[in-house]
C-alpha cells in the first residue's frame, strides 16, 4: 500500500524534526518526508492539516493476559486497544499464567503475536522462576530469544540478596531491568493508599514508604553493579526524590509514570469504586505535583499505561477481593495531553519523545528502527488529532474488559490514524469525532 500523509506537523524528537511537511509511504517503509512531496500514482493521500504526524507510540508496560487469561485480554483485543489509542509497539508484561519466565514460553507469545497481533509486540521475561522471587530464571537464554526487558512485574524481587543477584546477572545482557516496587510486607492486606479515604472506608492502607524504600535499597545495591534499573509506575513523590538523587550521581536508572497516576487521586476509590484499585495505589494532589515536576525536570522520562484488563466479574467482587489494575491503552493519550502539554508541564516535542524514543531506547527497540521516522526505516506512525473532543464510554473501547476509571469523562486529543508496516490499523471515523 502506498500512502502519502499530508500537511501534518510531523514531529520526531529522535531526529529533532519538527515541521509541517508531507510523510510518503510505501513497501512499509518510509519512502520520503518533506514539504510538498510529488505525487504518487496510486497512493492514498490523507489531509493532516492541524495534526500531528509522529512516530509510532510505544508503551513499555501492558498486561495482554494471554496465555492463561484470555478472558481478560488476548494478543489480539490487547493490541486491537493499543492501535485504537495510538500505539504501534508494546512491551508486554511476564505475569500470564504461565508465567513468561522460559524460552519455550516466550517464543509461543512471539509465535501468536504474529499470528493475531495488530501492532509489534515485544515480550519482557520474568526475572525469577514462576515470578516467586526465589531462583533467577535463565536469563542469558531469554535475552536470546528475545526479552527486550526483565522484570517480575505484578510482584516484586522481595529480598535484597535476590535483588542483588538480579542486578549482578541482568547487567551483562545490557538489558533493562524494571522494577516493580512494592515491599510486600508493608502491603500486606492493602487496598488502597493509606489516607483519610482508606480509613473512613475501613481498607488497609498502602503507605508512601512501600515503594520508596524499594527504590532506596534497589538504587544501593546497584551502586556497584551499574545495570540499568527502571521502577515502573511510580506513585509517589517522596520516589521522586531517591530517582532524582540516584540518577544525578550517575547511574543509569530510570523511571515511568503511567496516566492514572498523573490525574487520580485516592478519592476515585470512594463508595469502594473498585475501578479506582490499582497497584500501586492512586495517591493525593501532592503525589500528582511532584510527579507531574518529576516530568517537567527530566527525572521521570517514560510513559507506560500498565494497562491491566480486568473481567467485569472480577471488579464487582467487594473492594478487598476484586483485582488491581485498569485498561489504559485507549485513553492514555488525552490523559497525558491534559496532565503534561495543556498543564504547561512539558511541550509537545518531549511529550512525544516520552511516548516514543524513551521508551524505545529503554527497551533496545530503536535499533530496530522504533520510536522515531527515518527515510528507509520501518513505517509506524500515528497521526493525532490535538483538537478531537470525546467522551470515554467503556462499551466503546476494543479492550476484552472495560475496566476504566475514566467513564463519561471528556477528553481531547486522540489517535486519529495508526499506520504499522506502513498498514492502516486504525483509523478515526468522522462519527466519532465530537
Ligand atoms: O494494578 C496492577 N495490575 N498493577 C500491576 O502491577 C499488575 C497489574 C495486573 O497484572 O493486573
Known amino acids: 500500500m502506498h500512502l502519502l500523509l499530508r500537511n501534518g506537523r510531523v514531529l520526531d524528537p529522535a531526529t529533532s524534526r519538527d515541521e509541517v511537511a508531507d510523510v510518503a509511504i510505501a513497501n512499509g517503509l518510509i519512502a520520503a518526508i518533506g514539504p510538498k512531496l510529488a505525487k504518487v500514482d496510486g ?17 513499555p508496560h501492558v498486561h495482554l493476559r494471554e496465555p492463561g487469561q484470555e478472558h481478560k485480554e488476548t494478543i489480539e483485543t490487547g493490541t486491537m486497544s493499543a492501535v485504537a489509542g495510538g500505539f504501534t509497539s508494546l512491551v508486554c508484561m511476564p505475569n500470564t499464567a504461565p508465567a513468561l519466565d522460559t524460552p519455550e514460553t516466550l517464543a509461543w507469545v512471539q509465535q501468536r503475536a504474529l499470528q493475531t497481533a495488530k501492532c509489534r509486540v515485544f515480550p519482557s521475561a520474568a526475572v525469577t522462576k514462576g515470578r ?13 530469544a528475545g526479552a527486550v526487558a526483565f522484570t517480575d512485574d505484578g510482584d516484586c524481587v522481595p529480598t535484597a540478596g535476590m535483588m542483588a543477584k538480579v542486578l549482578a546477572n541482568v547487567a551483562p545482557t545490557g538489558c533493562v531491568f524494571m522494577q516493580h516496587c512494592q515491599e510486600p510486607t508493608l502491603t500486606k492486606g492493602s487496598a488502597m493508599h493509606a489516607g483519610s479515604i482508606a480509613v473512613r472506608l475501613g481498607l488497609g492502607g498502602w503507605p508512601r514508604s512501600a515503594e520508596e524504600t524499594i527504590i532506596e535499597r534497589d538504587v544501593r545495591l546497584n551502586a556497584g553493579i551499574g545495570c540499568r534499573y527502571h ?17 544525578a550521581s550517575g547511574q543509569p536508572v530510570t ?48 510513559l507506560g499505561t500498565d494497562h491491566a484488563p480486568h473481567s467485569a466479574d472480577e471488579k464487582a467482587l467487594p473492594f478487598e477481593e476484586a483485582p488491581f489494575g485498569m485498561v489504559g491503552l ?57 483538537a478531537a473532543t470525546w467522551t470515554v464510554q467503556p462499551s466503546a473501547l476494543l479492550s476484552k474488559s472495560k475496566n476504566t476509571p475514566f467513564p463519561g469523562r471528556k477528553v481531547q486529543g486522540r489517535a486519529a490514524m495508526t499506520i504499522v508496516q506502513g ?12
Open 330 to 386: 485507549e485513553t492514555a493519550l488525552p490523559i497525558y495531553i491534559e496532565a503534561l502539554v495543556r498543564s504547561g508541564a512539558i511541550d509537545w516535542p518531549r511529550l512525544i519523545a516520552m511516548l516514543t524514543i524513551e521508551p524505545a531506547t529503554l527497551c533496545g527497540l530503536d535499533s530496530c528502527g522504533v520510536g522515531k521516522l527515518v527515510v528507509g526505516g520501518v513505517a509506524d506512525l500515528t497521526v493525532i488529532d490535538p
Open 132 to 144: 516467586k522471587g526465589e531462583e533467577l530464571t535463565e536469563i542469558s537464554l531469554l535475552r536470546a
Open 231 to 247: 521502577a515502573q509506575h511510580v506513585s509517589s513523590g517522596g520516589s521522586v526524590e531517591i530517582l532524582r538523587r540516584a540518577r
Open 43 to 59: 497512493a492514498r493521500e490523507i489531509n493532516c492539516e492541524g495534526k500531528i504526524i509522529a512516530p509510532g507510540l510505544v508503551d
Open 423 to 434: 498498514e492502516i490499523r486504525h483509523e478515526l471515523g468522522p462519527k466519532q469525532i465530537g
Open 255 to 302: 523511571a515511568e509514570v503511567t496516566p492514572h497516576h498523573l490525574v487520580l487521586t485516592h478519592e476515585v476509590c470512594d463508595n469502594y469504586n473498585t475501578l479506582g484499585k490499582v497497584n500501586p495505589p492512586v495517591r493525593e494532589k501532592k503525589d500528582i505535583d511532584a510527579l507531574i515536576a518529576a516530568v517537567a525536570e527530566g527525572v521521570i522520562t517514560v
